[in-house]
C-alpha cells in the first residue's frame, strides 16, 4: 500500500482478556517500530524489528507485551492479560532500511487505539 | 542516551500571526532531528527533519527549523498560521550511528489557532 496501515483502528476490551495489533507496513521497507502513545508517558519507544528479527526490545513495558513479525513485512503486538494502563494509541512506523538503500525517516500509521476497561 | 524537551506544553497564536514552537534536546553523539505533526485522530505526518548540512530546514505547509547545536535546540517556526495549523507538535531526534534505531520524543506542543 501506499502508506502504513494498522488494525483495527479502535479496540475495546476487557482487563485480563489478550489483543492483537496488526501492523502493514510500507512495502519493502524493511525496519519497523511500535510506539506508545499515553496520557502520562508520552510517546514511548517500545520495539524495532530488522527484516524478522527485534535487535531492541528495550521498550517493552513488561513480559505481557511481546511482537512478531513474519515474512519481513505484518507485525503483530501481543498484549496478554491487559491492564487498564495499557490503555493508550499504540502507533507503528516502518523505515527503508537495507543493504543499499537508507532513510532516516520513521513513516507512521494512523493508530490503533486500545481502551481496556 | 537521548532527550528531548519541548518546555511549551501549549500554544495558543492568533490567525496570520507568526508562531515559534522550541525544542531542546540532549545526547552524547551526534543526532538526526526531526519533527512530526499530529493532526487529531490520526498518526504522525513528518513535517521536516535536519540531518547535515544547512542548519536552516524548510519543511512542508510552510514550516521552518533551525538547527543550533552549541544551545542544543531546534525550534520550529512558522512566518503566518492558519487555522488548519491547529495540531499537535512533537519533537524527536535519533542516534545517527547506525544500529540504535528509535526515535525518542518530546512531550509534545499543542498548537491552538485562535480566529
Known amino acids: 500500500g501506499a502508506g502504513v496501515s494498522q488494525s483495527p483502528s479502535n479496540k475495546v476490551t476487557e482487563k485480563g482478556k489478550d489483543v492483537e495489533l496488526r501492523c502493514d507496513p510500507i512495502?519493502?521497507?524493511?525496519?519497523l517500530y511500535w510506539y506508545r502513545q499515553s496520557l502520562g508517558q508520552g510517546l514511548e519507544f517500545l520495539i524495532y524489528f530488522q527484516g524478522n528479527s527485534a535487535p531492541d526490545k528495550s521498550g517493552l513495558p513488561s513480559d505481557r507485551f511481546s511482537a512478531e513479525r513474519t515474512g519481513g513485512s505484518v507485525s503483530t503486538l501481543t498484549i496478554q492479560r491487559t491492564q487498564q494502563e495499557d490503555s493508550a494509541v499504540y502507533l507503528c512506523a516502518s523505515r527503508l532500511k537495507d543493504g543499499l538503500q537508507y532513510q532516516e525517516t520513521q513513516y507512521f500509521g494512523p493508530g490503533t487505539r486500545l481502551l481496556v476497561l | 542516551a537521548q532527550s528531548v524537551t519541548q518546555l511549551d506544553s501549549q500554544v495558543p497564536v492568533f490567525e496570520e500571526a507568526p508562531v515559534e514552537l522550541r525544542c531542546n534536546y540532549s545526547s552524547s553523539v551526534s543526532v538526526y532531528l526531526f519533527w512530526y505533526v499530529q493532526y487529531p485522530n490520526q498518526g504522525l505526518q513528518l513535517l521536516l527533519k535536519y540531518l547535515s548540512g544547512s542548519t536552516l530546514v524548510k519543511g512542508i505547509n510552510g514550516f521552518e527549523a533551525e538547527f543550533n547545536k552549541s544551545q542544543t535546540s531546534f525550534h520550529l517556526r512558522k512566518p503566518s498560521v492558519h487555522i488548519s495549523d491547529t495540531a499537535e507538535y512533537f519533537c524527536?531526534?535519533?542516534?545517527?550511528?547506525?544500529?540504535?534505531?528509535?526515535?525518542?520524543f518530546g512531550t509534545g506542543t499543542r498548537l491552538t489557532i485562535i480566529p
Open positions: 524527536a531526534v535519533s542516534d545517527q550511528w547506525f544500529g540504535n534505531e528509535k526515535l525518542t
Open positions: 512495502s519493502g521497507h524493511t525496519a
